[in-house]
């Protein structure tokens, strides 16, 4: 039986895998721009802020602009981005996920969202995950981008758990820092390489035994 009251979800990338949907919406504003920008330039803005986003996305072209110019680019990236998400559907729930929400809600553990994105209210809506969720923080709730913990103890705060009682599950470096800060278990999903320190690691949720957490 495990020790954890509460389960807190990060969104993209353990969820859903909305990353390509923000590669594409990026890849048009940095054609836009004339800034390069690669796949592999992309894995720098998983689970990053949409303004520290955008912030790298310049700096690889080394391009200044005004506030309200930033702002313009962001509002035209989110558009597109949003446009994408909003084709989503069930079968875009990654491998794992709802067996493990339905295992979670079997042992009476409450389950939050902790995610940087101001969109999951379209993503839990067209994927139809929403009802498993009985907190929702994201990037409308919290100031302070992770690797600060705000949005994690945020999410134990409505759950009404003690932030140790609760378990992260985490696909970004700077997500598995917000949960150790937190004081929370910091369960990865993903490789070594990327997440040198979880708690714990695995490669997709279709691993999790709850009994052994
Ligand atoms: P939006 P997560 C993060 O979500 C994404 O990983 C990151 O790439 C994105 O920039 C950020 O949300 C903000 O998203 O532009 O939709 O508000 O991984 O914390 O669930
Ligand atoms: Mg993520």
Redo the contacts with the bound molecule.
Sequence with gaps: MTNYHGAIF?????LVD??RY?YLAWKQLAEQLTIPFSAEDNER??????V??LDILLSLGNKHYTEKEREHF?EQ??KV?VHYIEQMDETEILPGVVELLKQLKHKNIKIAL???????GIILKKTGLRHYFDAIV??NDVSRA?PDPE?FLLGAKKLGIPAGQCMVFE??KA?IAAAKHAGMLAIGVGTKSNLPNADRLVESLEEIELSEL
């Design positions: 990060d969104l993209d990338g353990v909305t990353a923000h803005l998983k689970g990053v802020s949409r520290k986003s962001m990236k989110n981005y902790g995610s940087a994105s101001k969109n999951s994201d990037g992770k949005v696909d970004a997500g």
